[in-house]
C-alpha cells in the first residue's frame, strides 16, 4: 500500500506567494523525485534528490532530501499561474530497484 | 515528437469487455512501467519490465496483463473489464540502473 504521505493535498494561493509541500515516510528512501503533472498530461520530473541533506533548485523550485532519509521537502518560490497542476513526491528504496513509490499528490492552484 | 506515447488517450468500455491499451517509446530505454492513477491515491504501479519478455508484478496486478514483445513497446490488458478499473494509465519508461521514469501522456479509461 501507500508508503508516502504527501501534503498539503491541496493549495490555493495568490499569484506572487510561496508554497511549500512535503513528503514523510516511515521508511527509508535512497533517492527522491519530485514530479509535476499539468492536466492532461503525464507527470514530468522537475527535481531528482541522491544523498540525505542535499538541496537542489530548478529555478524558482527547491527541494531537499531529508537528514532522517525519511522525508523531503518541496519549495516553489514566487508563485505563477502556470504553476498550477498536481506536484508528486516519489521514492526509490535501495531493496526496490528502480521501483518508485508516489505520494498522494499536491493539487496546486495559483490566483492571479 | 513525444518520446514515450500511449494510445488510445481516451477509451469508454462496457463491464466485460477486453481492453489493450499500449504504450510505445523512442527513447531506447530497457525498463517500462503501467501505473494507474486515481484522484487522491497518487500513482500506483501495476506491472513493470526490465526487458523483452520480462515480467514483474506491481502493487496491484489483479485484473491485468501485460505483454513486452519488443523493446520499445509494453502492452496492459483488461481480460475483463469492471467499472473500479475506471482510471487514468500512464506508462512510464526508465534506463538501467538511473532512477528517473519518463512518463507518457496517459490514457483516460472509463468502465461502463
Known amino acids: 500500500g501507500q508508503q508516502l504521505n504527501q501534503s498539503p493535498q491541496s493549495m490555493f494561493i495568490q499569484e506572487g506567494e510561496d508554497v511549500s509541500m512535503n513528503c514523510t515516510s516511515s521508511s527509508i528512501f535512497n533517492t527522491w523525485l519530485w514530479y509535476k503533472q499539468d492536466p492532461g498530461e503525464g507527470p514530468v520530473l522537475l527535481i531528482a534528490?541522491?544523498?540525505?541533506?542535499e538541496l537542489t533548485s530548478n529555478g524558482r523550485l527547491t527541494a531537499q532530501f531529508g537528514i532522517t532519509r525519511k522525508d523531503s521537502f518541496l519549495n516553489i518560490s514566487a508563485s505563477i499561474p502556470s504553476d498550477v497542476g498536481i506536484y508528486f513526491c516519489?521514492?526509490?528504496?535501495?531493496?526496490?530497484?528502480?521501483?518508485?513509490?508516489f505520494g498522494e499528490g499536491t493539487q496546486l492552484t495559483v490566483n492571479p | 515528437d513525444a518520446d514515450v506515447t500511449q494510445t488510445p488517450r481516451n477509451r469508454i468500455t462496457k463491464t466485460g469487455k477486453r481492453i489493450m491499451l499500449e504504450c510505445s517509446q523512442t527513447?531506447?530505454?530497457?525498463?517500462m512501467y503501467w501505473y494507474r492513477q486515481d484522484p487522491g491515491l497518487g500513482l500506483r504501479l501495476i506491472y513493470y519490465s526490465f526487458d523483452v519478455k520480462d515480467i514483474n508484478k506491481g502493487e496491484i496486478s489483479d485484473g491485468y496483463s501485460v505483454s513486452r514483445q519488443a523493446q520499445a513497446k509494453f502492452s496492459l490488458s483488461l481480460e475483463s473489464a469492471i467499472p473500479n478499473q475506471t482510471a487514468l494509465y500512464f506508462c512510464?519508461?526508465?534506463?538501467?540502473?538511473?532512477?528517473?521514469?519518463?512518463f507518457g501522456p496517459g490514457t483516460r479509461l472509463t468502465v461502463l
Open positions: 516519489a521514492g526509490r528504496k535501495e531493496t526496490s530497484g528502480s521501483r518508485l513509490t
Open positions: 534528490l541522491y544523498k540525505a541533506g
Open positions: 527513447k531506447g530505454h530497457d525498463r
Open positions: 512510464a519508461t526508465a534506463l538501467a540502473g538511473e532512477n528517473t521514469q519518463y
